[in-house]
């Protein structure tokens, strides 16, 4: 049974462009939502996190929103560039156990 | 600073061979997780380590086992290879016990033929 489920499962946006990428929860007690970013041949690399205490954290082009009530947590990357066209990842945790992840979205972001 | 290093970087094994696989953490990383990544199923959690200890475990049979050491570095071992096990395996450390600032190796492909 998939903790996260993940969506859309591949995305292809221009240049400039938003991509969102969505991701819900049933498990009330996950406390720690980060995504992850791969490159192919790569590890992936955490991107962004966030904790359910907050509704938006923003670095840089990346932003995660997050709605506690509907257990639904989403990635928007700002002005997207062709360098982002990546397999992202979003996951939860609960203290110090495991990362349950999503299945991945491959992004493309056309130039 | 050396990030997470797994060797090796590919590995094709037959049916019913068994296999290890190595996990080199970063420098001063206690804990080691490893993950089984593959198409459509994205990451599944197999196990992980601290300071020797293996102090969680994924759903997986028992042929997937693994190990640390006193410096850190990990291996994991998959016995009796099944078509199935086909995949990249993964392996993570950090500081603490704490998901957090959690940083991946480049992984090894695992082919079963």
């Known amino acids: 049974q998939q903790q996260v489920k993940q969506s859309p499962q591949s995305l292809i946006v221009q240049k400039g462009g938003i991509p969102i990428i969505n991701c819900a929860y049933e498990n009330t007690a996950f406390d720690y939502f980060p995504w992850y970013q791969q490159f192919p041949g790569k590890g992936p690399a955490l991107l962004i996190a966030?904790?359910?205490?907050?509704s938006e954290k923003k670095e840089g082009r990346f932003t995660i929103s997050f709605n506690k009530s509907a257990k639904q947590f989403s990635l928007h990357i700002m002005d997207s560039q062709p360098g982002d066209s990546a397999t992202y990842f979003c996951a939860a945790s609960t203290g110090a156990n495991n990362l349950f992840f999503g299945t991945g979205t491959r992004l493309t972001v056309i130039p | 600073k050396a990030g997470v290093t797994q060797t090796p970087r590919y590995l094709i094994k037959t049916r019913g061979q068994q296999v290890t696989l190595s996990c080199s953490p970063i420098s001063g990383h206690r804990s080691v997780s490893w993950y089984q990544q593959t198409p459509g199923q994205g990451l599944q959690f197999l196990f992980e380590y601290f300071s020797e200890t293996q102090r969680n475990k994924g759903n997986f049979p028992g042929r997937f086992s693994g190990r640390q050491f006193s410096n850190s570095r990990s291996e994991m071992n998959v016995s009796t290879l099944e078509l199935g096990d086909s995949a990249l395996y993964l392996c993570a450390s950090s500081r603490g016990q704490g998901k957090e600032k959690l940083f991946f190796g480049s992984g090894t492909q695992l082919s079963v033929l």
């Open positions: 966030i904790r359910p205490d907050v």
